[in-house]
T-cell receptor
């Protein structure tokens, strides 16, 4: 069966520090991968999606970036964190981008101080 | 592109009462529709989905949803709510024609009174 992992589960970082969040998927090949952010009390905001290795589409301009170095690995990064980057970050995968359900990881709670 | 609205930001019901969460979508073709649930501090879990066929869809945890094309709605229902149902609920619409987008609604937070 397929599983999706995210780490770390919780992270507290100072403003201006770098960020690296990792997401890995097991049990499937060539998945579509997604990064979402939830600010406190808000809905899901799609940040990035990837349809294949090295292929990244950005949905919202920001100081975050994403990379997909391997088929089932998706990384969210920042060179310098802002206070507004605080939130709950969710990774998800799906087989078909438009019609298949997305399967979500457990999320990473990021607090920028 | 498609869009999704969930008119109720927050709903409170008593345990044992019935529940209906509203979802309206805008889409030019037959939509792919989903309901997800998110417990605090957790990822999202799929409750049910509709692609075609019977417009009344059964899901996990005793939930069901009905697709009504004439009303562009896909409301989620449960006949008797349990305290453990307190969570955030998201409706989503997929698109297999135009941009292959997958759009989530803003969510409805459900509180359950003992």
């Amino acid at each position: 069966s397929q599983t999706i992992h995210q780490w770390p589960a919780t992270l507290v970082q100072p403003v201006g520090s770098p960020l690296s969040l990792e997401c890995t998927v097991e049990g499937t090949s060539n998945p579509n991968l997604y990064w979402y952010r939830q600010a406190a009390g808000r809905g899901l905001q799609l940040l990035f999606y990837s349809v294949g290795i090295g292929q990244i589409s950005s949905e919202v301009p920001q100081n975050l970036s994403a990379s997909r170095p391997q088929d089932r690995q998706f990384i969210l990064s920042s060179k310098k964190l802002l206070l507004s980057d605080s939130g709950f970050y969710l990774c998800a995968w799906s087989l078909d981008r438009g019609t298949d359900e997305q399967f979500f990881g457990p999320g990473t709670r990021l607090t920028v101080l | 592109a498609q869009s999704v609205t969930q008119p109720d930001i927050h709903i409170t019901v008593s345990e044992g009462a019935s529940l209906e969460l509203r979802c309206n979508y805008s889409y030019g073709a037959t939509p792919y529709l989903f309901w997800y649930v998110q417990s605090p501090g957790q990822g999202l879990q799929l409750l049910l989905k509709y692609f075609s066929g019977d417009t009344l869809v059964q899901g996990i945890k005793g939930f069901e949803a009905e697709f009504k094309r004439s009303q562009s709605s896909f409301n989620l229902r449960k006949p008797s709510v349990h305290w453990s149902d307190a969570a955030e609920y998201f409706c989503a619409v997929g698109d297999n024609n135009y941009g292959q987008n997958f759009v989530f609604g803003p969510g409805t937070r459900l509180s359950v009174l003992p």
